[in-house]
């Protein structure tokens, strides 16, 4: 079977051109459906030409009519490349902002029939989202799921090729949100990046609630300042855009957020801590010797008793802003908690487990110095061997950060590429190693900072040096299943990686 690049509704329901551009010359054209990439337009669509980094989507408006586009829509530089082509072509200031609401319209605004749950933070979206998404099948609830690691219906994946993108462009959005209400749905749960706040990919949906998990440093890249990365966040919580607020207070950001929202007024707002002065909070943590929790949470509703099967102090952080979003949508509570025990996050924090003679391997998606920070003092108290690296084609700045966080968590830190893209690996490397070589100098602890080259040599060479006591923690990659090296994703999992070199290091077949 082909895998499917978008997913859309069976059944179109083509509406008049008019309807959507009421200036438009054109009124009677109909149209089933809108994209905005040439190469997925299907007949009947809406092809939008956006101006991009590299080129224009105008350039391939005639490759879009040719595969069926019944109508353009573009901005005026676009019209003019656009110029003599056969179909209806509707000229606007911002063909990006008018894209959203067109598709909302095309596939019959379909966020108006489902309870919308938005997840946003520098980590712990995705985390946040399964935890949600869990917890609401527990309360008999049928939820969809939009994310990093793909989409889901009610706990199963639809199947779709993705790429490691958080929230789709509003088209393949909306058309998801439509596939997803006619599958059953009655709410989705998606994670909201910054990206998308800026590049408008979630407009045209109220949210119910929108939960902030954390800030920290990340995307400088695509923002340009700290600032202007937590107001893109920030945009999410303003009446346009959600009913009701749930903001993590343990940053600085997050309490900035909370003031705002609450000087607003004009969206609901509900707080919540690892400590007490919030809405919602942990009174008790009872750690369990398989890495689960029993926690006690107090709640402007009364004590809540449940068990959080993901380790690590983080997650228990996560759990208490997807409780508290779930009561802002009327959730029952009591039945929704039981869904938590047995929730897990494919690539966070997993344990690969390669028997009783073997070290502890944990895989984690951790790719912000913050989140590196993290899993390593989750992990503490033990001899910690850490093999991360950094993204190329991605914020430069977070790399000496993520070498030094891990500098300071780990006893010995091996540098390997994660997906360098179009960068030269080396220098990505040099980078991480520099920022881990920094902190090591400072530390009395003697921390080793090696360069372990390629990720699958860093992988055996982190193995080979572990004793049976020792932690190795494989960092940045989580569930991806391939590394992108020079435009070519070569299949990579760190989890099968880990298994096969593990053999191979114990005499057997890789
Ligand atoms: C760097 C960036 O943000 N790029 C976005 C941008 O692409 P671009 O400007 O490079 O586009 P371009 O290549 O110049 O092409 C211009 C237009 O022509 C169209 N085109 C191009 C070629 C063709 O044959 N036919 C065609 O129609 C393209 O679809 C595009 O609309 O416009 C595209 C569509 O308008 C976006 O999908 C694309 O996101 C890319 C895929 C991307 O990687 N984005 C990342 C950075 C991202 O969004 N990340 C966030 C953050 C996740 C997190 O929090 O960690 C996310 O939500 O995933
Ligand atoms: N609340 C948190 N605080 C700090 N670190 C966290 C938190 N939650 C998760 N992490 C760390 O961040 C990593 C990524 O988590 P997750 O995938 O849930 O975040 P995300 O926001 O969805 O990331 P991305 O935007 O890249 O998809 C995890 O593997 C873990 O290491
Ligand atoms: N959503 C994040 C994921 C990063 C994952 C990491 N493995 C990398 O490739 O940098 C990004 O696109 O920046």
């Known amino acids: ?47 939008v030409a956006l101006p991009g980094r590299s080129t224009h989507g105008a350039r391939f ?26 179909a209806a072509v509707v000229v606007v200031a911002d063909p990006r902002r008018a894209m959203a609401g067109a598709a909302a319209d095309i596939f019959g605004r379909p ?10 933070g520098t980590n712990g979206k995705t985390t946040t989202s399964y935890l949600l998404e869990a917890a609401l099948r527990a309360a008999g609830r049928r939820p969809g799921l939009i994310g990093t690691i793909g989409f889901r219906l009610d706990g199963q994946a639809l199947e779709s090729a993705r790429t490691t993108i958080t929230t789709p462009e509003s088209p393949e959005l909306q058309a998801l949100l439509a596939t997803m209400r006619e599958g059953g749905a009655d709410s989705v749960v998606m994670e909201v990046s910054s990206h998308a706040v800026v590049l408008g990919r979630a407009d045209a949906i109220t949210f119910d609630v929108a939960g902030f998990t954390n800030f920290g440093r990340d995307h400088l890249d695509f923002h340009g300042t700290e600032e202007a990365y937590f107001e893109a966040k920030a945009e999410l919580f303003t009446a ?5 607020a749930v903001v993590n207070i343990d940053d600085p950001r997050g309490r ?19 400590a007490p002065g919030a809405d919602f909070f942990p009174d008790r943590i009872e750690p369990q010797t398989d890495g689960s929790s029993r926690l006690v949470l107090t709640t402007p509703l009364g004590q809540l008793d449940l068990v959080l099967g993901l380790p690590g102090e983080f997650n228990i952080a996560n759990a208490v802003t997807a409780v508290a979003m779930l009561a802002a949508v009327d959730v029952d509570l009591d039945r929704a908690v039981t869904g938590l025990a047995a929730a897990q996050v494919p690539g966070r924090m997993q344990r690969v487990d390669l028997g009783p003679e073997a070290p502890t391997v944990i895989v984690d998606f951790a790719h912000t110095p913050q989140a590196v920070g993290s899993v390593l003092s989750s992990l503490a108290g033990r001899r910690c061997i850490v093999v991360l690296g950094a993204g190329g084609d991605r914020d430069v700045q977070k790399r000496g950060p993520i070498g030094a966080a891990a500098a300071r968590g780990a006893a010995v830190v091996i540098v390997t590429d994660d997906n360098p893209r179009t960068e030269e690996p080396a220098a990505i490397r040099a980078r991480v190693l520099e920022g881990a070589r920094e902190v090591a100098t400072s530390l009395t602890g003697g921390v080793e900072v090696l360069d372990g080259g390629d990720r699958r040599s860093a992988i055996r060479l982190a193995l080979q040096r572990a004793g049976v006591h020792d932690v190795v923690a494989i960092l940045g990659k989580g569930h991806e299943e391939g590394q992108e090296v020079s435009g070519t994703v070569h299949p990579f999992s760190d989890s099968a990686v880990v298994e096969q070199e593990w053999n191979v290091l114990n005499g057997g077949a890789a």
């Open 256 to 274: 900035q957020l909370a003031d705002r929202v609450r000087a607003g007024a004009a969206v609901r707002l509900t707080t919540t801590s690892l």
């Open 240 to 244: 346009a855009r959600t009913r009701h």
């Open 111 to 120: 966020s108006e029939r489902l309870t919308m749950l938005a997840v946003t």
């Open 1 to 47: 079977m082909v895998t499917p690049r978008s997913l859309r509704p069976p059944e179109p329901h083509p509406i008049p051109l008019g309807s959507l551009f009421p200036g438009t010359d054109r009124p009677d054209v109909g149209v089933s459906g809108i994209t905005l990439d040439s190469r997925l337009v299907q007949p009947g669509d809406l092809y």
């Open 61 to 86: 408006a005639a490759a879009a009519v040719d595969a069926g586009a019944a109508a353009v829509l573009t901005d005026a530089e676009g019209a003019a490349l656009a110029a003599g082509l056969p």
